[in-house]
């Protein structure tokens, strides 16, 4: 199966737009100390604009409802989904309230969704409550081959979440696929004390099968926000994040967009990358026509803000047409922004892979104790990175290397 690419004056269209709109969509006021409440765009009974069959199921009459025990609320899930499979798909109804899924000590599927279409989940008001007591990571609604499948208003819960351990928490969706899946959205989600909102787990031998995936919601005190490893192209993420390791992270990224609104505490582990985008080399997939908006407040916990990672031993592989936009307004001091290197078992001072066509804007508040970019692993192939005047002046000891030309502009 191949995957689908765009033109190239697709590509350069899709990249003009993030060049001239990249620091008006960030305006000031979004610099201020983020509001960390729910922004809620539907009510109870909303399913975020999913175009599904009419049928419409509610879970209370599978006897789901709050305050029910664990073993009923995934037979309920189950035979609710069931029932909406047999009618082609249409609307699950999750009346509002706390849902208590129990305690996990291994890494469960609590409800496994196989084979769905056109399914719309609406959850407004309804929050999902688990707790892990080991070190695992447990995974809430697990879907595998899907098409057309909406999760509305959720909240997510782990009371037994330690952002310390890797890992301990559960997931709250997990997508996989072994034939061709796409169309999986997230709207108006909220989770707490998790491993992770959402996660691909797709790998590379599986990489065109899975599309379309889009996520709007909140995450706080977390590990990850999403995960979208392995997606063939269409990943679209806007989430707000309030103490997060790491915002966002995918590898072989293409023809997607991401906006991160980040806050940070001192107290909260960090990462090397708030957001990564990750290429293990050509044969596995690249990195290719990808827009990164980010814009960050509070304290500094992490090495850098959008990281441009290379990983494994494969020579050949590329990071290719990405415009990635950082407004930084940190309290103390900001590490790097811009982070590119190439790991194996360890940073290679020297590589081969390539960062091309790749457009860096944004603005600083505060000091950088560490640089606008930094390069650990010098490129030996040619490639330019474009950076912002404002943010080169802050920079005065970029060493790029050989074939990594960063040219104000």
């Known amino acids: 199966m191949k995957a689908r690419t765009r033109s190239s004056l697709e590509r350069r269209a899709f990249l003009s737009r993030g060049a001239c709109v990249g620091v008006a969509v960030f305006v000031p006021a979004l610099l201020e100390d983020a509001k960390m409440k729910r922004s809620l765009r539907g009510k109870a009974g909303d399913i975020g604009g999913a175009v599904v069959p009419s049928t419409l199921i ?88 899907f098409t057309n499948i909406t999760i509305a208003g959720a909240s997510f819960v782990d009371h037994g979440f330690s952002p310390r351990f890797n890992w301990r928490g559960m997931y709250c969706v997990g997508i996989q696929a072994d034939k061709l899946s796409k169309g999986f959205r997230m709207v108006d989600c909220y989770a707490e004390k998790v491993v992770g909102l959402l996660a691909s787990n797709n790998n590379s031998d599986g990489r065109f099968y899975l599309a379309d995936i889009s996520v709007h919601g909140e995450v706080q005190h977390a ?22 390791r790491r915002a966002f992270i995918a590898y072989a990224l293409r023809n997607s967009e991401i906006t991160i609104i980040s806050r940070n505490t001192a107290a909260w582990p960090g990462s090397n990358g708030l957001v990564a985008l990750v290429s293990t080399g050509g044969r596995a997939g690249n990195v290719e026509n990808v827009r990164v908006r980010v814009d960050v407040s509070g304290e500094c916990i992490h ?27 940190n309290r103390d001091a900001t590490r790097n922004v811009f982070v590119f290197d190439h790991e194996t078992d360890r940073l ?12 860096l804007h944004g603005s600083l508040v505060g000091k ?4 606008v970019i930094s390069n650990v692993s010098l490129t030996t192939s040619p490639g330019t990175v474009y950076l912002d005047h404002n943010l080169a002046e802050l920079d005065k000891f970029v060493t790029p290397g050989a074939g990594f030309h960063i040219q104000p502009r």
């Open 58 to 145: 509610n879970l209370a009459d599978y006897r789901g409802a709050p305050g029910a025990g664990p073993a009923l609320l995934i037979s309920a899930f189950s035979k609710a989904f069931a029932a909406l499979a047999a009618t082609g798909g249409g609307t699950l109804l999750v009346p509002a309230g706390d849902y208590d899924f129990g305690s996990y000590s291994d890494a469960s599927t609590v409800i496994l969704c196989r084979d769905f279409c056109n399914i719309a989940i609406s959850a407004y008001g309804a929050t999902f409550h688990v707790k892990t007591v080991a070190n695992v990571v447990p995974t809430l609604f697990y879907f595998v081959n």
């Open 223 to 244: 590990y990850y926000g999403v995960g979208a490893n392995f997606v063939r192209e269409n990943v679209h993420v806007e989430l707000v994040c309030h103490n997060v």
């Open 303 to 329: 090495s850098s803000y959008v990281h441009f990672y290379h990983q494994g031993s494969e020579k050949v592989g590329y990071m290719r047409d990405i415009d990635a936009t950082v407004h930084v307004r």
């Open 348 to 359: 290679l001072p020297r590589t081969a892979r390539v960062w091309d066509r790749i457009w």
């Open 368 to 371: 950088l104790s560490g640089r």
